[in-house]
């Protein structure tokens, strides 16, 4: 990115109902989390919530419509 702020960010989540920690992902384009079926993403680790980036920017690269 050209200094831009990246689009999207990794967020931790309060821990669930057992402690556990969880992740989601925030699109800061849009001001909202990042969801699928109405519902929003939550990873149980980083690393997943990483990985969701790195496809949300494949198809940002593409032009794929993906909201």
Request: glycine share 10%; with cysteine; proline share 4%.
């Amino acid at each position: 990115m050209d200094g831009a702020a990246p689009r999207y960010e990794v967020v931790r989540l309060p821990p669930d109902d057992r402690g556990r920690e969880t992740w989601a992902v925030a699109d800061r384009l849009t001001g909202r989390w990042v969801q699928a079926g109405g519902e929003v993403d939550v990873y149980a680790a980083e690393f997943g919530a990483r990985a969701c980036i790195r496809r949300l920017r494949y198809l940002d690269e593409l032009g794929a419509h993906h909201d």
